[in-house]
């Protein structure tokens, strides 16, 4: 490629991804994010990223020759989405999965990438955990990381899903922008449950990490999951840039799914719709989508669903079973109390039994056992 035509291809390459329908799009080098490896050093990482610091901060890692990275955002904010009467879904994957929806079109731009230069060679990245999105489109001048730790644009707010095009191609590159949080902390102040501090989040009190956890739910994660079913809107809801953004930009996101609690406990593996097997939040599986259904009817504390939760210790699962008698235990009543101790005496699993031990300690139900 011809370096004199550095600043039209990337002029060329910029209109194709406003063609395409991204939102924002921005050039940044491939250095390494020094400033970001050095945070993570500090920092315990979460299940669901990398834990090699190298991977998640140096390009070349995964594109030798990469001297360009083009970042890249889609807007998926939507005043079409009612509140949830009984367990809330984070905007987020209300719609299709963004991975692909993504990915799609990165690949179209990448196809028209290799007809301005047939040497290039390409990755591409979006929420995979293997590079750090946020720090890559920060650095392209897309907005700024604010308070939230959710990158902000001036224009289109913070609901944004973020991808990356590393290429060899040299490109012109953007400016990053400066933060414009200033004195506001709402995020802060709004958290549910204390995960944000300024520009740094604790994860593993973040809703939306304890929605999606693989691992057995500790008694105070279920309390702080409240009516969650999937992820957690709170600081977006709240953010001072979020009142005056486009909305409904891109029919893919439009919000299809409803926390209905009788609707996600009769999915099985051989009926759930399609909606819900191309969104987000099917990621993780059938069985968490129920965990957390389980445990949100016991926040609600609601009578019109105990009988759904006594059909459910009968569930196959010893796992479901297990939520089941915890969020049983939240009724506090005799005819609960008489309910769990029969149960107990026909359960065969060790760690549902448990369960109904802690809810007659707990509710100062007396001494249960074999």
Known sequence: MNISNKERITELIKNKAKEIGFD?????????????????????LTEFISNDRELLTNPASHLASAKSIIALAL?????????????????????????????????ELIIFIKTLATDAETITYSDTGVLLDREVAYRAGLGWIGKSNNLINPEYGSYLMLGEILTNLPLVTDQAMESRCGTCQLCIDNCPTQALKAYCLEPELCLSYISQKKDPLSMEEREMLGNQLWGCDRCLEVCPYNRDIPYDLHPEFFPVLKGDIKTILNFTNHNIPGEWKEAALFWRGLRTLKRNTIINIGNLGKEEYLPLLIDNLANPSPVLRAYTVWSLGK????????????????????????????????????????
């Open 24 to 44: 924002l799009v921005g050039i940044t080098s491939a250095e390494p994010f020094q400033q970001a490896y050095s945070i993570l050093e500090k920092r315990k």
């Open 75 to 107: 807007s998926y904010a939507s005043k079409r989405a009612g509140k949830e009467e009984e367990q809330n879904i984070a905007l987020y994957a209300r719609g299709k999965d963004y991975h692909q929806v993504m990915q799609e079109k990165m690949n």
């Open 331 to 370: 009724y506090r009543k005799e005819e609960i109390k008489a309910l769990l101790s029969n149960h107990y005496f026909k359960e065969n699993d060790n760690m549902v039994k448990k369960e109904i031990e802690k809810i007659f300690q707990n509710n100062n139900w007396g001494d249960i056992n074999d």
